[in-house]
């Protein structure tokens, strides 16, 4: 019999279900580990990783699609993704990494109603034999512990490349 241990997730499973957009209602994203706030656009760690250090960079608008954003929230997406490379490979020193957003339910998109870019570090041999012979994924770092390594970093680094 499989087990994995995940503690974090008997609140999400045990707790009433709130309806809407999970990145537009703040009581869920302040819970739900955002660790950078821009002007129209915010960094938050993803509840439920492929891999240690999974962020997602979200515009604040309740958007679908990428010729919805303006113009400021494209340029914010991309500054924050350079930042969130400095930011990962100062902490994390990864090999690599994916980065890419899932428009439609047909291309994956679990959330497709809210426009999200998905910032992902590897490693080689992050998808070892678990993943393969047991279908399972391990997280060697609980996501609020790697939020508290990249907040200050953030902080850091973002007004470098705003200064830019």
């Given at each position: 019999?499989?087990?994995?241990?995940?503690?974090?997730?008997?609140?999400?499973?045990?707790?009433?279900?709130?309806?809407?957009?999970?990145?537009?209602?703040?009581?869920?994203?302040?819970?739900?580990f955002?660790?950078?706030?821009?002007?129209?656009?915010?960094?938050?760690?993803n509840?439920?990783?492929?891999?240690?250090?999974?962020?997602?960079?979200?515009?604040?608008?309740?958007?679908?699609?990428?010729?919805?954003?303006?113009?400021?929230?494209?340029?914010?997406?991309?500054?924050?993704?350079?930042?969130?490379?400095?930011?990962?490979?100062?902490?994390?020193?990864p090999?690599?990494?994916?980065?890419?957003?899932?428009?439609?339910?047909?291309?994956?998109?679990?959330?497709?109603?809210?426009?999200?870019?998905?910032?992902?570090?590897?490693?080689?041999?992050?998808?070892?034999?678990?993943?393969?012979?047991?279908n399972?994924?391990?997280?060697?770092?609980?996501?609020?512990?790697?939020?508290?390594?990249?907040?200050?970093?953030?902080?850091?680094?973002?007004?470098?490349?705003?200064?830019?």
């Amino acid at each position: 019999m499989e087990k994995i241990f995940a503690p974090w997730r008997m609140k999400y499973i045990a707790g009433e279900k709130e309806k809407g957009c999970v990145f537009c209602k703040c009581s869920i994203r302040c819970e739900d580990f955002v660790i950078y706030e821009g002007r129209s656009v915010f960094v938050m760690m993803n509840r439920y990783p492929y891999v240690s250090g999974h962020l997602m960079i979200i515009p604040n608008r309740h958007v679908a699609k990428i010729e919805e954003l303006s113009p400021a929230e494209r340029i914010e997406i991309f500054g924050l993704l350079e930042t969130s490379l400095k930011v990962l490979g100062e902490a994390m020193n990864p090999a690599g990494f994916n980065i890419g957003m899932n428009i439609g339910k047909a291309a994956g998109a679990g959330i497709e109603e809210h426009i999200h870019l998905h910032v992902i570090p590897r490693w080689e041999g992050d998808t070892n034999f678990m993943s393969v012979v047991g279908n399972v994924r391990v997280i060697p770092e609980d996501v609020a512990e790697t939020a508290d390594k990249l907040i200050p970093l953030f902080k850091k680094y973002h007004q470098e490349v705003l200064m830019r």
